[in-house]
T-cell receptor, first 109, second 112 residues
């Protein structure tokens, strides 16, 4: 079935630094979303992309549908960026939106 | 706009009892999704409605789980004869025409 492989599973960053998260898809996906799940468990929308790149503040996301992957770049990490980040993608063949396994990000002072 | 509203926030049931979870999607959204989140399984797709019609329930356990959307303003997820392994956070999301998903805060179900 449709699968979303997300990496890394966990990441620690010091404040002010940055890194990238990645999701690989096993089938053609028509769109990808990125979410942050905060300490209260709420899933907060970060990006929705059908293609290309979007940027919002210190976050930037790219979706390459031909090569079946998406990335989320975080720069100048802040303590409030800590949480679990999920990508989710909708298959071109089904109606499901399938989630990756998440990246637990800890930002350290 | 209050966002997606899920009630109750927490529910505790005894093994074998029934649990009904409620979701009120964002007004005007045509699609409603149900997911279940556990530490072990992560975020699992359960079922999906579009314009109140069930479109894909491939993630629903075949026994004891059912979902309905009787009108455009709410959907329910019912679990009959709850078991401890049903304990999870149940998340509802809505979207306009299969675009961005907006999630509710979830219902934490604990089956004792």
């Amino acid at each position: 079935g449709d699968q979303v492989e997300q990496s890394p599973s966990a990441l620690s960053l010091h404040e002010g630094t940055g890194s990238a998260l990645r999701c690989n898809f096993t089938t053609t996906m028509r769109a990808v979303q990125w979410f942050q799940q905060n300490s209260r468990g709420s899933l907060i929308n970060l990006f929705y992309l059908a293609s290309g790149t979007k940027e919002n503040g210190r976050l930037k996301s790219t979706f390459n549908s031909k090569e079946s992957y998406s990335t989320l770049h975080i720069r100048d990490a802040q303590l409030e960026d800590s949480g679990t980040y999920f990508c989710a993608a909708g298959s071109s063949n089904t109606n499901k939106v399938v989630f990756g396994t998440g990246t637990r990000l800890q930002v350290l002072p | 706009n209050a966002g997606v509203i899920q009630t109750p926030r927490h529910k505790v049931t005894g093994k074998g009892q029934e649990a009904t979870l409620w979701c009120e999607p964002i007004s005007g959204h045509s699609a409603v999704f149900w997911y279940r989140q556990t530490i072990v399984q992560g975020l699992e797709f359960l079922t999906y409605f579009r314009n109140q019609a069930p479109i894909d329930d491939s993630g629903m356990p075949k026994e004891r789980f059912s979902a309905q959307m009787p009108n455009q303003s709410h959907s329910t997820l019912k679990i009959q004869s709850t078991q401890p392994q049903d304990s999870a956070v149940y998340l509802c999301a809505s979207s306009f025409s299969q675009n961005t998903l907006y999630f509710g805060a979830g219902t934490r179900l604990s089956v004792l």
